[in-house]
C-alpha cells in the first residue's frame, strides 16, 4: 500500500497529484503520505520559509511596520503639547532595531561603502559644520532626535531594503492605501475629519500632506504593477489598490501631489513600460512639444484653480528672494527660517506696497519650495551638496524602483512642504538608502567596529531616552496653573515648546513672564500672532509705547489685518494724541482687508466717527 501511494506521488513541475480519498481512508497511508509530501516539498519554499524566520526579516518587517504606523503615530499625539512623542519613539525604535542588527552581525563581514554613502556623509558633515558655526544659537533635543531618526533610517534601508526594493515598495503602497481608506471615509462622513474647514485629511494636519503621501503610494504602486513578474494574477491585485489611491489623490484637492503624478508618469520611461517600439527624432520632437504644451496649460489651470493659495506662494518665493541674497554661500542656519521669514515679508511688502500679491499675506513658517528652504538655511554649498545626493540616488536607481518615486518626491517638494512632515520626510532616506549604488570600498567589520557600533548605538538611545524624559516632564509643568519649567534652559531652544509656553502664559494673564521670555521665544520662532499677543500684555500692563511697537511690526508683517492699527488708534485716542490718531483713523478706512466681518467694520465705523467729531478742530 505504501508503494502503491508513493507511485502516485510526482513532483514535475512542482505539482503533487494524489488521490484525496484513497488518501484519507486510511490513517497510515495518511501519514506517510504527509511525510513524503513534507520530504519533496520544493526548494523555493523552503528558502521561504528560512527567509521568514531569518533575523534579517524580521528586522526588515519590523523596519516596514514602523513606515506603516508612523502617520498613526502622529495623529495619536497630534496636539501641541504631545507632537514631540513620535519623534522620540520612532528614534528609540530605529536605534533599537540597528542595536540588533549589530548585534547579531558575524565578525569578519565586509561592509560596502558606496557612491551615495560619501555623498551623504558629505551633506552630514555639511550640516553639523552648519550649526557649529552658522546657526545662532544651538538646536533644540527634538531636533537631534530627529536627525538621530533619519541617519538611522538611512542606515537601516542600506541594511534591509537595498535587496528587498519590492518588500519596501509593498509597505509603502500599504500605508498608502490605510491613509487613502481614512481619507475616504472621512469625505463620507464614517469617520471624522482632522481638520476644521477640509473633510478629508487622512491621518495628517491638512489634505496638502496627505496628498502628497498617497501619491507617493500611488508611484509605488505603478512602479510595482510595471515591475510585476508573477503573471496577471499579481497586477490584477493591484488594479483596485491604484484605483483607491487614485480616488484618494482627487479627494486630496492638492494641486502639488497631482504635479508629481503627473511628473512620474510623463517620465520618458519607455524600456520601463516594455512597449518594444524604437521612435524616431521626428516623433520624439512631436511627443516632447505635445508634452510642453500640456504641461503649460495644466500649470495655467491649476494656477486658476486656485488662484489665492498660488499668489500666496508667489509673495513668499518673492519674499525669500532678499533672504537667500544675505547670505547666499552659507545660509542663515540650519532651522532659522521660521525666525527671519516674517520680517522679510514685512521688507518686501514694505518696498512694493503696489503688488498684488501682499493682500495673500498671512501668518507663514515654511517656504513652499523644499530648494528654497534649503538654500536659505545651508546656502548653495548645502543646496548642491543635497541636490548631488538626490540626483545621484535618482541616476542610479532610474533602473530601479526607487528612482521614479524620487522623481515625484522631489516635485512634490518643489510647491510644499514635506521636511516639515515627519511621515513624508521619512521617505527621502528610505528611497536614498535603498538604492544600490556602486561600490567604492569594503571594510571588514572586526571587532574594534562591532564594540564602537554598540557603544555609539547604545548611547544615542540613552540620550534619546533622556531627551523624551525632559520633554514629558517639561509639557507636563506647562498644565500647572503657574507653568514652572524646571529644564527650561534646555526647552528654551524648542520651537514648539516656547510657542506652547508663551500661549500659556498669555491665556493665564502671566503678562510679566510673557514678556520676559520675549527674547528667548523671538530666538525661535517670529510671528504675527505672537507680537500682537505680547502688543495686548504691554498694553494691558499700561506700557503703551512698548505696546504701539509691537503692533506697528506685527501691521508691517500681515498688512492686510485691522486689528493691530485699530489697537494703536485706541491708544492714542485714549491718550489723547489726536493728530497720531487722525493718522491711524485714515490708516484703517482706507485700509483693503481679507475678510470682512463684524470686527473690521466696528473699526472702521469707530475711526469715521472720530474723525467726524474732530473734523472742525482741523479745519480751525
Known sequence: TYNKYKNN????????????????????????????????????????????????????GTCGVLIVILPFLCYLYRNAFSDYVPIFVSSMSICLILIVHAANSHIGSRIRITVLDLLVAAYLTWGVFNLWLIRPDWPSLRFWSEWIFLVCTYLAARLFFTDRQKVLAGFIVISGVAQSLWGIMQAIRVLPPCHEYFAATGAFPNPGPWGGYVSISLISCIMTIIDAKKGKNAQVFLYPIAGILCLALFLSDSRASWIASIAVLLYPSWDRLRL???????????????????????????????????????????????????????????????????????????????????????????????????????????????????GTAFYYGRRQWTGPVLIGLTTFSLFSYPADILPLKLFFPLLVGSTRSPTIAAIRFGKFHFIIAIALLISIFIFTIRAYRIYNVSFTQLHNPIPRISSYDKMKYDQHFMLCYAKQLYNRRQYHTFITIEQDLSRQITSYDILYDLGNACYRLGKFSRAVEYYEKAHRMIPTRIAPLYRIFTIYRSEGCNAEAQEKAHQIIDLPVKISNSETLRAKSQAKTFLNEHRPDEEQ
Open 9 to 60: 506521488i510526482t513532483t514535475k513541475n512542482e505539482n503533487i497529484i494524489f488521490s484525496k480519498k484513497k488518501i484519507f481512508r486510511n490513517n497510515f497511508c495518511g501519514t506517510h503520505i504527509f511525510l513524503i509530501l513534507a520530504k519533496n516539498l520544493p526548494n523555493r519554499f523552503r528558502q521561504m520559509h528560512n527567509r521568514i524566520l531569518s533575523r534579517s526579516s524580521i528586522l526588515t
Open 276 to 390: 518594444g517600439v524604437s521612435f524616431s527624432n521626428k516623433y520624439r520632437i512631436i511627443v516632447a512639444t505635445f508634452i510642453a504644451i500640456l504641461f503649460a496649460a495644466g500649470s495655467y489651470g491649476l494656477y486658476r484653480y486656485k488662484k489665492e493659495s498660488a499668489e500666496g506662494r508667489m509673495l513668499i518665493w518673492k519674499s525669500c528672494v532678499e533672504l537667500v541674497s544675505e547670505k547666499f554661500w552659507t545660509g542663515h542656519g540650519i532651522g532659522t527660517f521660521p525666525v527671519l521669514y516674517m520680517d522679510a515679508q514685512a521688507h518686501y511688502v514694505a518696498e512694493h506696497p503696489e503688488s498684488r500679491f501682499n493682500m495673500s499675506a498671512t501668518n507663514n513658517t515654511q517656504a513652499f519650495n523644499e530648494i528654497i528652504h534649503t538654500i536659505a538655511e545651508q546656502g548653495i554649498i548645502g543646496a548642491i551638496v543635497l541636490l548631488s545626493v538626490i
